[in-house]
């Protein structure tokens, strides 16, 4: 038996993060339920069951900052087995600025072409930062 919990090391406030749980040789679903919690108190919780795989959603609440603690456990009913898993990690939680995209014209190039590339700024729900494109061309 055995299991396998992939989650972002930075989560960002007011987003949704998905969790993959992966529960081996599973013979039955497992509830599986997962806490954030920041100075010793859960901001936010998410739960599900799962066979072999799934995923469980979990809502960042806006307006954190800094570390907390991801706690993740998994249980059929208490009368018969208890808690199969349960386990935590530390994460991140921290507003992303800005990222920047790179388009170019085209997969592949030739030697000596001209390389035409489109630079879009967006915020960290993809808005654009501003409406220009900015374009440039390199040889």
Same mark, same amino acid.
């Given at each position: 038996r055995g299991y396998l919990i992939a @989650?972002?090391?930075?989560?960002r406030p007011g987003v949704e993060e998905a969790i993959s749980v992966t529960i081996f040789n599973s013979v039955k679903e497992t509830t599986v =339920?997962? =806490? *954030?919690?920041?100075?010793?108190?859960t901001v936010s919780r998410g739960h599900g069951t799962v066979l072999d795989k799934g995923t469980i959603k979990l809502k960042v609440p806006s307006? *954190?900052?800094?570390? @907390? &603690?991801?706690?993740?456990?998994?249980?059929?009913? *208490? @009368?018969?087995?208890?808690?199969?898993? &349960?386990?935590?990690?530390?994460?991140?939680? /921290?507003?992303?600025?800005s990222s920047v995209f790179i388009q170019t014209d085209k997969p592949v190039y030739k030697p000596k072409q001209k390389v035409l590339i489109n630079l879009f700024m967006v915020t960290s729900d *993809?808005?654009?930062?501003? /409406?220009?494109?900015k374009k440039t061309v390199l040889f």
């Open positions: @989650a972002p090391s930075v989560f =339920q997962i =806490q *954030l919690v920041v100075k010793g108190e307006g *954190l900052r800094g570390q @907390a &603690h991801l706690k993740v456990w998994g249980n059929r009913h *208490l @009368a018969e087995e208890g808690y199969i898993f &349960h386990n935590y990690t530390t994460v991140t939680i /921290d507003s992303k600025g *993809l808005r654009p930062v501003n /409406d220009r494109v």
